[in-house]
């Protein structure tokens, strides 16, 4: 399929194949470019139409399953007007987190993007634990991640750059202003035609302005300081936008927190899993040890206690929801938990027969 709209939007040879099932059966292919409480809104080779999901995908208990903006989705015609999303197409990436008010569900907030543009403010709130998280998740996408500083007009120590470089390993660490529009250019030219990109960061840390900026116009609303300088949260709802030049980028509401969903922590700290490497026992547990080279690190000050402890942290995090998640992995706790009760039953009756 060779439309010039689907090829503006991203599509490839790839989607194509896998969309041949459902050309045969007389669907036709859109991509979401917004999510709403009452559906979605796609963009197809009729331009744009409201959509729903069929029964069968909002019925599915897995979120995963259910499309998110950025998806590639079959649909028709719906019988009261609009459209109905009748399959996903496959995603070669996705930005995840774990749904923060359920036990063990996977929250999509954007699928198939190429890269995902970190966004962290340089003032007050400036957070290198949380830079870490959101690495982690990007790391864990598929997509490359690229870490953008806002607000260096009011940022007063520059060690937060090096702070920031140092946790944001093997990543480009780009510095703007989107007050003045310094650095901004170096972002426009990580931009390329139908390839997608998100921003991804907290509440306040200016992105609607940054898009604005890369748009060179107003193309979002943009909130006031407040009392605190901290920007004002103002988008609602994720949604994807066409910047001049092509490139398609997704605006994300900000985000109060972010809980990583699966994955790997070692890409977001390579450091430490080098460090683990050169322990002396391969299944070092990096306490008490001898030859433990994350403990010496940590002794002689190469190793931020505050970074292993950010590491530690998403490690459990992440072992918790593995946990929640699989039968086998509770199966085999539950096993080592009674091992462990018959082994401490047998010593106090051992114990008592000694005394």
Known sequence: MSDGTLAALGWTDELEAAFTPYA?????????????????LVRGERDERLASARGRLRDNELWG??????????????????????????????VSRKTPWLK????????????????????GDFNPRRIERYLTAAWDSGADPVLVLTKLDVCDNLEKLVEAEAVAIGVPVLAVSNLTGEGVDEVRALLRPAR???????????????????????????????RDGRGRHTTRHRQLLVLPGGALLVDTPGLRELQVWEGDVDSAFSDIAELQAECRFNDCGHDTEPGCAVQEAL????????????????????????????????????QRWRQRARESRAARRYKDRIE
């Open 24 to 40: 045969e059966r007389g669907f036709e292919p859109a991509r979401i470019v917004a999510e709403h409480r009452g559906g979605y």
């Open 65 to 94: 399953s259910m499309p998110a903006v950025g998806d590639w989705v079959a649909v028709c015609d719906a019988a009261g007007g609009g459209a109905a999303i009748e399959a996903v197409l496959p995603r070669h990436s996705k």
């Open 104 to 123: 063990a569900e996977e929250h999509i907030l954007v699928a198939n993007v190429d890269t995902v543009l970190l966004v962290s403010g340089l003032d």
């Open 196 to 226: 997608t990109f998100v921003l991804l960061g907290s509440s306040g840390v200016g992105k609607s302005t940054l898009i604005n900026r890369l748009a060179e116009r107003r193309l979002m609303p943009t909130g006031d300081l407040r």
């Open 299 to 334: 002794a002689s000050g190469a190793l931020d206690p505050d970074r292993y402890q950010s590491y530690r942290k998403l490690q459990r995090e992440l072992r918790a929801i593995e946990m929640r998640s699989s039968t086998r992995l509770r199966r085999e706790a539950k």
